[in-house]
């Protein structure tokens, strides 16, 4: 641990991320308020691959000049361990939560391997009761399912790239609003990277987990060592003038990506006063092959 | 980039087919020059009737002259580019399935038929069956983008299977004729008894409302999608005339009842 700064020292360690196939997922609607009600929908309960079936966020807006069909837009990203629950995950959600809403429309918003893509609108389309058709524009084709406001377009095939998952800041903070303030605005900078996502609530984390648990039937449980009301109890990571710690993770379409959310992240926290120490989860390496190792990024030398 | 200049105009055709980027790349110009064109009924030379110049190795090919009975003219090709500095005859782009032809003056008959893939753009008009299947064929266009920025002839996209049709002005009688499916987007005015006989195709008129056969049924009026996602297309190739009335309110009517009735008429909603 070296001190860097008068406020926040970065602690000489390593944010521990892991491959994910990434698909994205551009919604579009009449108005930019259906726009975010699809978007939320379809990115709900999609904070952690520990308990959900993706992970997923929305990237960014996208203005209807950005857009396949010139109406305002988002851009989603979800992440899954493999094409198959990717696709699993993308039908149901797109199914459940976007075909439902009214005037959207879906579109893929990566390039398209065949090998590699998933079948999504061709999956979705049965649900036009056989009087689905289809169109093909520009070498891609798109399923018109009829539906009560008219039809749902969705495109056949979205493709898929390998990007990164758990990225992670831990922010130890001396207390609790200044803290969230800090989290919020560490938040806010490492979502402003585009093709990052942070899957949780808001963008932050106040349950950071550890893998294990003392109980066989669960796969993660809280890590202690960041819990205040344990100091006592466990050998804790907190400092003594510690009240709260966040975590804020990030996942993103590729490593630079991380990267530069987690250098914007740790550069937004250095500003702040209540922040006493950064540091990143990780795992001894042993969980994923990429090290994001916080003093590199942030431009310093490591002890 | 190869240039073909024209020599003299012709009263009988000369077919070419061999004015292709898949035909002429690699090739020098001595041996360009002695390709084989049929000339009505006799065999002659390339170079009887083009002068050669450059290289297609770059897969682009610019033909100059008034080509107005030269016919065939990119049958086939599936890759590169083709540029014609003027009128040309029958058959321009017939079956091809890739790359790129634009056509700067009028195109004859049956432009772009049976083609599969690739990007046809002729700035004048064309004559009939431009994406039409041959006679006898199953179907006519299965892919690709025709655009025409003047008017189109009678059975323009007859056998249509896949791919768009864009004809800037007006079209005449028997559009999208048995077709299958794909698309056909008329800018002015449609001739009689469109879609006669199709089964899933989607004619668009964004002109004034034609006059339908009566096994065209009123099905209500929408917005499709893929008609905003088309205009958006559109822009991209460089395509502006018909790009807002595409995001415009339709009246749907659906037909072809005498066939599988899952085709559609779209006028301009009043």
């Known amino acids: 641990m070296t001190e860097m700064d008068p406020k926040a020292v970065i602690e000489d360690t390593f944010a521990e991320a892991f491959p994910l196939t ?6 579009t609607a009449d108005n930019s308020r259906l726009v975010q009600s699809a978007a939320i929908a379809a990115t709900g309960f999609a904070s952690s691959i520990i308990g959900c079936d993706v992970e997923a966020g929305i990237d960014c807006d996208l203005t209807a000049a950005a857009t396949p069909d010139g109406r305002p837009g988002a851009s989603l990203l979800f992440f899954s361990f493999s094409r198959p629950l990717l696709e699993k995950s993308l039908v149901n959600r797109i199914g459940q939560a976007i075909l439902t809403c009214p005037t959207t429309a879906c579109y893929n918003g990566l390039p398209v391997d065949p090998e590699k893509c998933l079948k999504i609108g061709s999956q979705l389309r049965f649900f036009g009761d056989g009087w689905q058709g289809s169109k093909k524009i520009g070498g891609s084709r798109f399923w018109r399912i009829p539906v009560m406001d008219g039809e749902f377009l969705v495109e ?12 992670n800041l831990i922010l130890l903070c001396r207390d609790a609003a200044g803290g969230l303030d800090a989290a919020e605005a560490c938040a806010a900078a490492m979502r402003d990277v585009p093709g990052v996502i942070l899957p949780f609530p808001h963008g932050i984390v106040r349950s950071g987990s550890k893998v294990g648990s003392r109980y066989k039937a669960l796969k993660a449980s809280t890590n202690e060592a960041y819990c205040p009301t344990l100091r006592a109890l466990v050998p804790t990571q907190m400092p003594v003038d510690s009240v709260v710690a966040y975590e804020i993770v990030a996942d993103g379409i590729d490593l630079v990506s991380v990267e530069e959310a987690t250098r914007r992240g740790i550069a937004a ?12 989860g990780n795992y001894g390496g042993k969980l994923g092959p990429f090290h994001l190792y916080l003093r590199t990024i942030a431009g310093l030398t490591r002890d | 980039m190869l240039t073909l200049s024209l020599l003299h105009n012709h009263l009988v055709p000369v077919e070419a087919e061999c004015i292709s980027p898949n035909t002429l790349a690699g090739l020098a110009v001595c ?3 002695r390709l084989s064109v049929f000339h009505g009924n ?16 770059d897969e682009s090919i610019v033909v100059k002259g008034d080509c107005s009975r030269i016919k065939w003219l990119g049958a086939s090709m599936s890759r590169g580019t083709l540029r014609v500095d003027g009128s040309v005859g029958m058959h321009i782009g017939s079956r091809m399935s890739g790359g790129e032809i634009l056509v700067s003056g009028d195109a004859g008959d049956w432009a772009g038929a049976e ?8 700035h004048g008009n064309v004559g009939n069956s431009a994406g039409a299947g041959y006679r006898g ?6 892919g690709g983008t025709i655009i025409i920025d003047g008017d189109a002839g009678h059975e323009t996209g007859a056998y249509l299977r896949r791919g768009l049709i864009v004809v800037q002005k007006s079209v005449g009688d028997f559009c999208g004729f048995n077709a299958l499916a794909g698309t056909v987007i008329a800018g002015g005015r449609l001739g009689l008894r469109p879609g006669a006989g199709m089964k899933r195709a989607s004619i668009v008129a964004c002109g004034p409302a034609p006059e339908l056969l009566p096994t065209f049924q009123w099905s209500g009026v929408v917005a499709p999608q893929y008609l905003r996602m088309i205009g958006c297309h559109l822009r991209t190739i460089g395509v502006d005339g018909l790009g807002q009335i595409l995001f415009r309110r339709f009246v749907r009517y659906c037909g072809d009842m005498v066939a599988l009735g899952k085709g559609e008429i779209l006028t301009l909603a009043p």
């Open chain 1, 22 to 27: 990434v698909a994205r997922v551009i919604v």
């Open chain 1, 156 to 167: 056949e095939q979205f493709g898929t790239v390998k990007g990164v998952g758990g990225g």
């Open chain 2, 42 to 57: 006799r065999k002659e030379s390339l170079a009887d009737h083009f002068s050669v110049e450059g290289s297609a190795s």
């Open chain 2, 115 to 122: 083609m599969s893939g690739g990007l046809l753009k002729v």
């Open chain 1, 269 to 280: 926290l250095l500003g702040h006063q209540s922040v006493i120490r950064i540091t990143a």
């Open chain 2, 137 to 142: 064929s199953v179907h006519g266009m299965k």
């Open chain 2, 31 to 33: 041996e360009i020059e």
